[in-house]
């Protein structure tokens, strides 16, 4: 069994600035795709940033130059930092881990910006 928690989110004026924090645990953890989602009120998940197979960094149009995704191997964390918030950025965000072909997700974390 694999554990996602996430951690980090809070409420923040627009411009501001927002750091969330993934760890996994568990047994036989072995991660193929570690990354970030989140979901609005009224609107469906959507991938934000993620490291997927090759070593590569996928990250969703509207992040991009804002958000930076990155990685602690050896805690089997990933942080998401967040710069230059909007009140568009507001949502409930997830962190995702793939593991042996399986995906697990958190519990989520609210992100709030205000105007």
């Known amino acids: 069994q694999v554990q996602v928690v996430e951690s980090g989110g809070g409420l923040v004026q627009a411009g501001g600035s927002l750091r969330l924090s993934c760890a996994a645990s568990?047994?036989?953890?072995?991660?193929?795709?570690m990354g970030w989602y989140r979901q609005a009120p009224g609107k469906e998940r959507e991938s934000v940033a993620a490291?997927?197979?090759?070593?590569?960094?996928r990250y969703a149009d509207s992040v991009k130059g804002r958000f930076t995704i990155s990685r602690d191997d050896a805690k089997n964390t990933v942080y998401l930092q967040m710069n230059s918030l909007k009140p568009e950025d507001t949502a409930v965000y997830y962190c995702?881990?793939?593991?042996?072909?399986?995906?697990?997700w958190g519990q989520g974390t609210q992100v709030t910006v205000s105007s």
């Open positions: 995702a881990v793939t593991s042996r072909l399986r995906d697990y």
């Open positions: 490291f997927i197979p090759g070593g590569r960094i």
């Open positions: 568990g047994t036989a953890l072995s991660i193929n795709v």
